[in-house]
């Protein structure tokens, strides 16, 4: 009986013609390493031939289908470089890879991810194959080229707001998926730098989800500890914790004592937060005299240092309408770090009950929703 061929991975590299050209293949080794430069493991590299043809034979063997890292050396840089800034530029691209499967790849090295192809890919690269394409769309559309100034209050939260539109996208998929591991890709894609306080209940959910599906895989159980509520700002739909606030007059109170009858925005600002001012003017203080005797409350709390700036900010934005709350304590304030809120501007919405319905809306954004939840009550009666 004739021996049979060992399994590879090859392919096909155009626009190699007369460089020297290497591609690495790496092994993540966990999650956070997916798509992390630097964080993985190089365990094979081919030089590309001077027809763009290339084998990888050191394969690993694996029971299970594994996640593997295809990247292109890039001069100057180390090995397991991954350029994970600008998509469009990227030099690495994951595929899915069990013992035994030959995989024939074709790709571009000035595109290298863009332009990346599998012949007759399985189910799940198929699925990281669309992955790559909603991933490069969404940044082309919404990232790609933009530059914001943003010392301008309006022009940062316009960067939250096309980061949000970006990473919609592949939580999208991520949510629909039958794939753990392409879902996982979408899951790190979401953020390279593994900052997920604006969006903790996209990993709340990625966790139950594929606790259920796959238990004991290793790298559903490094995303359930990243996950951890007790990790994670307040979720939608929790009950906001009743915690003590110092007051601008000196005294204490407790915020659950201080709930507004209908609707309660906590606010989390600071008097050197350009958006966070502007937020005071052009918003709070509409909404509070449009819609405080109708129920809304705003209790606000800043992340200060020197009492004389905060003060003198509260006093010039007229925000001394509604509760103002700070510990004075700078970089450390501790009512930010027990919500788990590192970034600002912030904001949780409460309901009478002190039930979060909504989280960081900011401008017309929150305007709307408070407009339509308190005039919808006042219909209704």
């Not at 690495?24 to 798509?35: A, F, M």
């Not at 084998?55 to 996640?67: G, H, K, R, S």
């Not at 209050?153 to 919609?168: C, I, P, T, W």
């Not at 203080?285 to 900010?313: C, F, M, R």
């Given at each position: 009986m004739a021996c049979q061929k060992p399994a590879a991975i090859t392919g096909q590299l155009t626009g190699a013609t007369g460089k020297?050209?290497?591609?690495?293949?790496i092994d993540p080794q966990n999650l956070r390493g997916v798509s992390a430069t630097y964080f993985g493991k190089v365990i094979d590299s081919a030089i590309v031939q001077a027809d763009g043809s290339f084998v990888f034979a050191n394969l690993p063997e694996t029971q299970q289908p594994v996640l593997l890292e295809l990247a292109v050396k890039v001069?100057?840089?180390?090995?397991?470089?991954?350029?994970?800034d600008h998509p469009a530029q990227a030099n690495y691209m994951p595929i899915i890879w069990q013992t035994g499967e030959?995989?024939?790849?074709?790709?571009n090295r000035e595109a290298f991810q863009?332009?990346?192809?599998?012949?007759a890919p399985?189910?799940?690269n198929v699925a990281l194959l669309a992955l790559r394409d909603i991933y490069?769309?969404?940044?082309?559309?919404?990232?790609?080229?933009?530059?914001?100034?943003?010392?301008?209050?309006?022009e940062l939260l316009k960067k939250e707001d096309a980061v949000l539109n970006f990473q919609q996208q592949l939580m999208h998929f991520a949510d629909t998926t039958p794939y753990l591991l392409p879902a996982l890709v979408a899951v790190r894609w979401v953020s390279p730098e593994n900052l997920y306080e604006r969006i903790p209940e996209f990993m709340v959910n990625q966790c139950e989800k594929w606790?259920?599906?796959?238990?004991?895989?290793?790298?559903?159980?490094?995303?359930?500890?990243?996950?951890?509520?007790?990790?994670?700002?307040v979720l939608l739909g929790d009950e906001f914790p009743n915690l003590a606030l110092p007051l601008l007059a000196g005294d204490t109170i407790q915020l659950l004592d201080h709930l507004g009858a209908k609707l309660t925005i906590i606010d989390l600002w600071a008097s050197w937060c350009a958006p966070c001012r502007k937020e005071n003017r052009d918003v709070l203080v509409p909404l509070w005299d449009a819609y405080h005797t109708q129920g809304l409350q705003i209790i606000a709390y800043g992340l200060e240092s020197d009492a004389d700036s905060w003060k003198n900010a509260i006093a010039r934005d007229g925000a001394n309408r509604w509760v103002q709350a700070s510990d004075l304590a700078g970089d450390a304030p501790p009512f930010l770090q027990q919500i788990r809120v590192r970034t600002i501007p912030a904001n949780f919405i409460l309901d009478e009950n002190a039930?979060?319905?909504?989280?960081?809306?900011?401008?017309?954004?929150l305007v709307g929703f408070v407009k339509g939840y308190l005039e919808k009550g006042s219909a209704s009666k």
């Amino acid at each position: 009986m004739a021996c049979q061929k060992p399994a590879a991975i090859t392919g096909q590299l155009t626009g190699a013609t007369g460089k020297s050209t290497t591609i690495y293949l790496i092994d993540p080794q966990n999650l956070r390493g997916v798509s992390a430069t630097y964080f993985g493991k190089v365990i094979d590299s081919a030089i590309v031939q001077a027809d763009g043809s290339f084998v990888f034979a050191n394969l690993p063997e694996t029971q299970q289908p594994v996640l593997l890292e295809l990247a292109v050396k890039v001069p100057g840089m180390a090995p397991n470089f991954l350029e994970t800034d600008h998509p469009a530029q990227a030099n690495y691209m994951p595929i899915i890879w069990q013992t035994g499967e030959d995989v024939y790849i074709t790709a571009n090295r000035e595109a290298f991810q863009k332009s990346f192809s599998i012949a007759a890919p399985s189910e799940e690269n198929v699925a990281l194959l669309a992955l790559r394409d909603i991933y490069q769309n969404a940044y082309q559309n919404n990232l790609a080229g933009k530059h914001w100034l943003v010392e301008d209050g309006s022009e940062l939260l316009k960067k939250e707001d096309a980061v949000l539109n970006f990473q919609q996208q592949l939580m999208h998929f991520a949510d629909t998926t039958p794939y753990l591991l392409p879902a996982l890709v979408a899951v790190r894609w979401v953020s390279p730098e593994n900052l997920y306080e604006r969006i903790p209940e996209f990993m709340v959910n990625q966790c139950e989800k594929w606790s259920k599906a796959q238990p004991e895989h290793p790298w559903v159980k490094e995303l359930c500890k990243e996950a951890n509520p007790a990790n994670l700002p307040v979720l939608l739909g929790d009950e906001f914790p009743n915690l003590a606030l110092p007051l601008l007059a000196g005294d204490t109170i407790q915020l659950l004592d201080h709930l507004g009858a209908k609707l309660t925005i906590i606010d989390l600002w600071a008097s050197w937060c350009a958006p966070c001012r502007k937020e005071n003017r052009d918003v709070l203080v509409p909404l509070w005299d449009a819609y405080h005797t109708q129920g809304l409350q705003i209790i606000a709390y800043g992340l200060e240092s020197d009492a004389d700036s905060w003060k003198n900010a509260i006093a010039r934005d007229g925000a001394n309408r509604w509760v103002q709350a700070s510990d004075l304590a700078g970089d450390a304030p501790p009512f930010l770090q027990q919500i788990r809120v590192r970034t600002i501007p912030a904001n949780f919405i409460l309901d009478e009950n002190a039930v979060v319905l909504a989280k960081n809306l900011h401008g017309d954004a929150l305007v709307g929703f408070v407009k339509g939840y308190l005039e919808k009550g006042s219909a209704s009666k």
